[in-house]
């Protein structure tokens, strides 16, 4: 019988655990998505929430200037082969020092 009290009280905790830990995470997955979908990282993202108010402000529309749409900025996160995005290596596309704008696709400019 203490056996059956003792498995069962470690399976509630074990739950109670769990239930925090998968909403956090889940949360966590989804903010990352969200961020390599807009090609932004997290300093970018507060900054930008500054930018965006004060060239509002001014009566003008803010767009982030590496935003290159969700398809090509997953790219250039993730690679350039659809089948790896579940596990990214560390093939890269470019030099890392520089980087593709919104500019430079409207331009036709390739790296």
């Given amino acids: ?3 059956l009290i003792a498995l069962l009280s470690l399976q509630v905790i074990s739950g109670l655990l ?8 889940t949360i966590v997955v989804f903010w990352h998505v969200y961020l390599i979908l807009q090609n932004k990282t997290t300093i ?3 900054e930008g929430v500054r930018a965006m108010w004060l060239v509002e402000k001014g ?3 803010y767009s982030h200037p590496y935003d290159l749409g969700a398809y090509e900025n997953m790219i250039s ?6 089948f790896c995005w579940v596990c990214p290596t560390s093939e890269q596309i470019g030099s890392g020092l520089r980087f ?4 430079d696709k409207l331009a036709g400019i390739s790296f």
């Fill in 44 to 46: 970018e993202y507060h």
């Fill in 18 to 25: 769990l239930v925090p830990l998968t909403l956090v995470l």
């Fill in 77 to 82: 996160v993730l690679g350039p082969h659809i």
């Fill in 100 to 103: 593709r704008a919104g500019v």
């Fill in 59 to 61: 009566g003008y529309l």
């Fill in 1 to 3: 019988m203490r056996r």
